[in-house]
């Protein structure tokens, strides 16, 4: 199946920063990816889907300008928290569809400080 | 609105015993329908999937159930092993390429 590489796996940033979060398709040309955040004991939300080349597509209550998403090619797509605040402290999750399924990254655990 | 539940929070069940995951949806648009299983600051993995046309599927020691007219599916793992302890998810999808995930069920093989 298709191999998802997310990076970094962690990461703990000031308030105020930006943090870019990257995910790559190892073997899989990927035209649409998607973001998903997981707060503790919650289950994964979808933030966003991720078009190579052309806007992302929003979910309802996620601000676009705050979670800036870019898909520059097929095997990479990027999500960047600007201006992160404590309660953007999360699990950020990507994924792309293969075949039949989904294929999702090992996640990013943002803690804002 | 929750379009996908699980209302069991947690599950624990005996090492060697059948384990049984429940999901219900409220769209009736869902096409397709998955379970994937997440360890703690991992993502999620697949485990399997049902297309809204069938009512089983099989693959080792996972079997799902779909009961379109109940809109319910069910998750099966026998015999359970410690390695299942895990949190498990059901997810649906639809033609639009979007899964919705429940809150997810917390599964404890006990020794």
């Known amino acids: 199946g298709a191999v998802v590489s997310q990076h970094p796996s962690w990461v703990i940033c000031k308030s105020g920063t930006s943090v870019k979060i990257e995910c790559r398709s190892l073997?899989?040309?990927?035209?649409?990816m998607f973001w998903y955040r997981q707060f503790p004991k919650q289950s994964l939300m979808l933030m966003a889907t991720?078009?190579?080349?052309?806007?992302?597509t929003y979910e309802q209550g996620v601000e676009k300008d705050k979670f800036l998403i870019n898909h520059a090619s097929l095997t990479l797509s990027t999500l960047t928290v600007t201006s992160a605040h404590p309660e953007d402290s999360s699990f950020y999750i990507c994924?792309?569809?293969w075949g039949k399924g989904y294929t999702f990254g090992s996640g990013t655990r943002l803690t804002v400080v | 609105d929750q379009q996908v539940k699980q209302n069991s929070p947690s599950l624990s069940v005996q090492e060697g015993r059948i384990s049984i995951l429940n999901c219900d949806y409220t769209n009736s648009m869902f096409d397709y329908f998955l379970w994937y299983k997440k360890y703690p600051a991992e993502g999620p993995t697949f485990l399997i999937s049902?297309?809204?046309?069938?009512d089983k599927n099989e693959d080792g020691r996972f079997t799902v159930f779909l009961n379109k007219s109940a809109k319910h599916l069910s998750l099966h793992i026998v015999p359970s092993q410690p390695g299942d302890s895990a949190v498990y998810f059901c997810a649906a999808g639809s033609r639009d390429d979007k899964i919705i995930f429940g809150k997810g069920t917390r599964l404890h093989i006990l020794p």
């Open positions: 073997d899989f040309q990927a035209t649409t």
């Open positions: 049902i297309s809204s046309i069938k």
């Open positions: 991720s078009n190579e080349g052309s806007k992302a």
């Open positions: 994924s792309l569809r």
